[in-house]
């Protein structure tokens, strides 16, 4: 029997988020598995299987392998392991960028270390979850992501706003240019964006519809002249627009 560190998710339990029941997807959401243990691997494909709107297409043992696969498959989605031999999940992350742009990568993994959680989204990576995560919040990790989403397991979004933190403090940048306004909603929104929260747990938290908080989202990034959640985050923070204690 496996050990708990490379079993396959667990059992089926209540998700901390669960996106209610969409329009069918014209095409299924193509994924890539790269693990360097066979049993995980295994393990996810079978979870996946039972998923309509999902279809695994590959897999691989290492970074190396992963890049090759990712080149030949153009898969939507590459989960990937962190640690692995020849070539590990991070140092892989620029690679697969370059020879699948449109692939966006979710780290599957072990660990729980901040350098490995803040170089894994340095590298490209657009969501970090733990292997503790239910065999539900695996498929709608795979669907937010696919979505435009970023997804990261709670214990560690809370370690990287750290991260991000100290790195602010460290870095005394000149400000050229004033920082864009804006609305007291947006900034609540970004407030909770930083917090970890995906866009169905936002709109509950400030009883508004999903597609607002898309378009809440859309507009500070426009404003922001930024391209992802996280940059959001992070230059908030270093412009004092927003400050997490």
Request: proline share 5%; net charge negative; charged share 30%.
């Amino acid at each position: 029997m496996p050990d708990a560190e490379h079993r396959a998710p667990g059992e089926r339990g209540p998700a901390p988020y669960q996106e209610a029941t969409g329009p069918v997807r014209a095409e299924p959401i193509r994924v890539l598995v790269v693990d360097d243990h066979a049993l995980f691997r295994r393990g996810l494909e079978i979870v996946l299987a039972q998923e309509e709107d999902i279809q695994v297409v590959g897999e691989a043992g290492d970074g190396a392998e992963a890049v090759e696969k990712a080149a030949d498959l153009l898969p939507d989605i590459v989960l990937m392991d962190v640690r692995m031999p020849r070539r590990g999940g991070i140092e892989a992350c620029t690679s697969i960028k370059e020879v699948a742009p449109s692939a966006k990568i979710i780290m599957l993994t072990i660990s729980d270390e901040e350098a490995d959680l803040y170089e894994a989204i340095k590298a490209g990576a657009t969501g970090y979850l733990l292997k503790e995560i239910s065999t539900d919040e695996v498929a709608t990790a795979i669907r937010a992501v696919a979505d435009g989403q970023s997804q990261i397991s709670p214990s560690m979004a809370s370690k990287l706003l750290t991260e991000f933190k100290s790195m602010i403090q460290r870095t005394d940048e000149r400000r050229l240019l004033p920082a864009p306004k804006l609305t007291d909603r947006e900034l609540e929104v970004l407030k909770l964006v930083a917090t970890g929260m995906n866009n169905r747990d936002i709109a509950k938290e400030l009883f508004i519809s999903e597609n607002t908080v898309k378009n809440h989202v859309r507009n500070i990034l426009e404003k922001l002249q930024l391209h992802s959640r996280m940059e959001a985050v992070v230059y908030a923070m270093r412009e004092k627009i927003l400050e997490i204690r």
